[in-house]
């Protein structure tokens, strides 16, 4: 049954939200998936932040090239459904691949990030990355790094004077 054009435009602008909002799209084919995998998926998604929609090509493709994202064009062919991370990329990529994993019905076509697309295997690199408070910790730990060895570097020579003057003055008092 064909839809209304007023139900497209409210399905589109549905879909422009989302992709405005969403830091990362995951596009995925379901062929032969149940409802039952699909809410899975859903469930495991939103517990990172995000969302996964079964969504309309045509209205999918005018929104991305509204939004000026160039997406191949076997992305979109076929069922599709896109997995939106609003906060992490990363943790909802791994998200997507451990609740995909196994099943045989799921297949990741390929993503957009930063307007950029992403094919299959950059998907899956990215849902090997360490979550965001992980990298922020790491790129940290990294930036101090030069400033602590630059504090004790300054701090040895007078560590090195305070244990001259330590060491004579226990030797003064033990000569007389």
């Known amino acids: 049954m064909a839809i209304s054009k007023q139900r497209k435009e409210e399905v589109q602008a549905l879909y422009e939200d989302w992709v ?20 899975a998926i859903r469930a495991k998604i939103r517990d990172t932040g995000g969302e996964f929609h079964i969504v309309k090509n045509t209205l999918v493709r005018r929104v991305f090239a509204a939004q000026g994202m160039q997406v191949p064009a076997d ?19 791994k998200a997507l691949t451990e609740a995909t994993k196994g099943n045989e019905f799921v297949k990741v076509k390929g993503g957009m990030m930063g307007g950029k697309s992403l094919s299959p295997v950059q998907v899956k690199a990215l849902s090997e990355m360490p979550p965001l408070p992980v990298m922020r910790a790491t790129l940290l730990g990294v930036l101090q790094a030069p400033a602590g060895k630059l504090v004790r570097t300054l701090a040895e020579p007078a560590r090195g004077l305070a244990a001259v003057i330590k060491a004579h003055a226990e030797q003064t008092p033990a000569a007389a």
């Not at 992305?75 to 990529?93: G, R």
Request: hydrophobic content about 45%.
């Open 20 to 39: 405005k909002r969403s830091e990362a799209v995951i596009l995925v084919e379901y062929s032969g998936a149940k409802m039952k995998n699909i809410d």
């Open 75 to 93: 992305y979109l062919v076929k069922s599709t459904a896109i997995s939106f991370a609003f906060k992490d990329p990363a943790l909802t990529a």
